[in-house]
């Protein structure tokens, strides 16, 4: 049974010359207490596409065509209100900069008991009982007089936690994180990614990790979805995708990380850069950067199809014998 | 060999205290904020010393001190034999700044939008009075701009017209406009992605090997820092705590701050693998714990550490700063 599912997700910006398509059909699934890794390079889509299942994408950004179905049940049509009602009860969300997501002129206890009340039926001191609970859940020390502080006497370790425990303070079945490590020192990172973990499994969450780390994609996800210009180029069990990549974006990509483990005199480099919205290639959006492209990749668009464990979007993997 | 660059105990102390009527007023106390505190290393020529370490530890401070954007409080700075601090503050300062330059992180902020492309290459040619000839000048930036891949039909476009990667190029064609010999980087690639960094970090190690040039690498990847560099200088609240080479310190890291960074990086190679992670936080440095800054954080820390600084020492090559190594009590 999926939690969440995503079909064919088309997110369009309106443009002078017709509309730029930056999610061109997204499709996936996450199933309860999965950790589902979304990661590409800036401009790939994944914030987005994040944005569009919390129903947060930014005007005139809109979702032109697909489905997002949470529970069974469509979200990407709902009335604003009704979907600010279900964003916290049902999916809560963890953005890069904790500073900007938190008010900087309430205390935090009163930010985590509003969350609270506004989704859950609860007196103001069973409000407070659960904000302390959950302070102590995501490892604030002195969770009670903690309460009564306001963000900026917390670090930003510290803050990324408050706005964690925000986003479980209604016990949502889904968690979009967004880039949630990616402001934060090494150290703190470790801290935070294990975190979300445990809580995610104790709690039995889905969450949808978005980042361009693949260090921490590895540590912490049990699938990854890898994105190249608004679509996703290769997706499977996280241990295959980083050590078996099959799709070429893929292969390219973990080869240009640095290795902290072995020196390499060179690294492996993808020339060039990833196209622009309104310069997208015909056939393959990474045929002009790929080493192995033939004619076929030039004119067809690849959809996803196996690959051995993985599925990857590239005419390489095409069963034999069609098409072609 | 003679070391290029030979940093004495720089210090860096900035006065954060608040204005004098709320110390006159409020009876509030002057605080100063040790941004480095007596950092010394040598670097050789052609070769590259890494400084690693966590926001607020003072890498950049060091890279601002040794492009001479700072004057130290304490310490010197030798280049090529020359006290660099005093040279910046004669009229003769123009032919050392011209020797070292600075690579800055963030490519979107350190190019002005407004120039053309060749003239934020060519500016510092006609500043220093290297080349005043206009066709002599042109030729000059289209090489420069060759050599960081990039074509000479580039130069009249805007910085906005390219991606980051290929504005981080433009910055190293800037920096090596005057024929430096040392180059500062901070965090030349911390704000590109992977694919990108990978080709900006090729080009630096290319660049490094024709032109001989010498490097001060700062970053906080480590995985960048092993490819980059022959030397690593660990910083943990403006102080080095460990400075090794590349190969020691990375087989065999011997202070606890360093073994924690490394152990904290998430990794490739194990997947969904549990890391015990590191307890606490950088404390704030305008009141770093007493003894050795690492001591709340540091799983073999005993009451000497708590109240003795500990000094820079040698141990078997390296120079580490630490109690439990100089006493055994760690093994390494």
């Known amino acids: 049974m999926t939690l969440l599912q995503v079909n064919n997700l088309v997110v369009e910006f309106p443009h002078r010359r017709g509309a730029l398509r930056a999610l061109d059909g997204i499709s996936f699934d996450i199933a309860p207490g999965e950790i589902l ?36 049940q469509r979200i990407d049509n709902l009335p604003y209100e009704q979907m600010r009602h279900l964003r916290g009860r049902k999916i ?183 196209p622009r919205l309104n310069a997208i290639p015909a056939g393959c959006a990474f045929n002009p950067r790929c080493p192995q492209t033939f004619a076929r990749c030039r004119s067809d668009r690849p959809e996803l199809m196996s690959a051995g464990v993985t599925r990857a979007a590239c005419w390489l993997h095409a069963p034999v014998g069609v098409g072609a | 060999m003679k070391a290029l660059v030979h940093a004495h105990d720089l210090a860096m102390t900035f006065d954060v205290s608040p204005p004098w009527l709320n110390r006159v007023v409020e009876g509030k106390p002057r605080q100063l904020l040790h941004a480095v505190d007596g950092v010394s290393f040598e670097i050789e020529k052609g070769k590259t010393l890494a400084l ?82 206009p066709v002599r000048l042109r030729e000059r930036v289209a090489e420069l701009l060759r050599s960081v891949g990039m074509s000479a039909l580039d130069g009249p476009k805007y910085p906005h017209q390219f991606s980051g990667g290929q504005r981080q190029r433009i910055s190293i064609a800037r920096a090596l406009a005057t024929g430096p010999e040392f180059l500062v980087c901070d965090e030349p690639t911390s704000a590109l992605d992977v694919s990108v960094q990978a080709q900006v970090l090729n080009i630096m190690k ?10 001060l690498f700062i970053s906080h ?65 305008l009141n770093p714990p007493s003894g050795c800054a690492f001591n709340p954080r540091c799983p073999l820390a005993n009451d000497r550490c708590r109240s003795e600084r500990p000094l820079l020492q040698e141990v078997a090559g390296d120079r580490v700063a630490c109690h439990a190594v100089e006493e055994g009590r760690i093994q390494a």
Request: some cysteine.
């Open chain 1, 37 to 72: 890794g979304v990661v590409g390079e800036s401009g790939a889509g994944k914030s987005l596409t994040g944005a569009a299942i919390v129903g947060l994408l930014e005007p005139p950004g809109r979702i032109a065509g697909g489905q997002i179905l949470l529970e069974g």
């Open chain 1, 92 to 274: 809560g969300a963890v953005f890069q900069d904790p500073l900007t997501s938190l008010n900087p002129l309430y205390t935090i206890g009163r930010q985590l008991t509003e969350t609270i009340q506004t989704h859950l039926p609860v007196s103001d001191h069973e409000a407070r009982a659960r904000a302390i609970a959950l302070l102590q859940d995501t490892g604030i020390p002195a969770a009670e007089q903690r309460l009564d502080h306001y963000p900026h006497q917390f670090s930003g370790g510290m803050r990324q936690r408050v706005v964690i425990a925000l986003a479980l303070a209604a016990e949502p079945r889904l968690i979009v994180a967004d880039e949630p490590t990616t402001a934060l020192d090494v150290s703190i990172q470790a801290q935070i990614i294990t975190l979300l973990k445990t809580i995610c499994k104790e709690r039995g969450a889905a969450v949808m990790l978005i980042t361009h780390d693949m260090g921490v994609i590895a540590e912490t996800c049990d699938r990854v979805a890898v994105m190249y210009a608004g679509r996703i180029v290769e997706m499977g069990p996280v241990h295959e995708v980083i050590h078996h990549p099959v799709h070429p974006y893929t292969s390219g990509l973990m080869a240009a990380i640095p290795d902290i483990m072995a020196d390499h005199e060179r690294l492996h480099q993808i020339d060039g850069a990833m």
């Open chain 2, 206 to 215: 290319d660049l490094q090997r024709t032109l001989g040039l010498t490097y």
């Open chain 2, 52 to 133: 690693v370490g966590e926001s607020g530890c003072g890498k950049s401070t060091v890279a601002r001190l040794l492009v001479g954007l700072y004057e130290p409080t304490r310490g010197s700075l030798t280049f090529d034999n020359q006290d660099a601090h005093a040279v910046y503050k004669t009229p003769q300062s123009a032919k050392l700044r011209r020797r070292i330059q600075m690579i800055f992180q963030d490519p979107y902020a350190s190019l002005n939008p407004r120039w053309r492309v060749e003239d934020i290459v060519g500016e510092p040619l006609e500043e220093h009075g290297l080349i005043s000839d």
């Open chain 2, 221 to 285: 990847n480590l995985a960048v820092v092993r490819h980059m560099s022959d030397q690593v200088g660990v910083m943990y609240l403006g102080r080095l705590v460990e400075l090794a080479d590349k190969q020691t310190l990375f087989a065999n890291p011997r202070h606890p701050y360093t073994r924690m960074l490394l152990d904290a990086i998430p990794k490739l190679h194990d997947t969904g693998r549990a890391r015990t992670p590191v307890q606490g936080e950088v404390p704030n440095p």
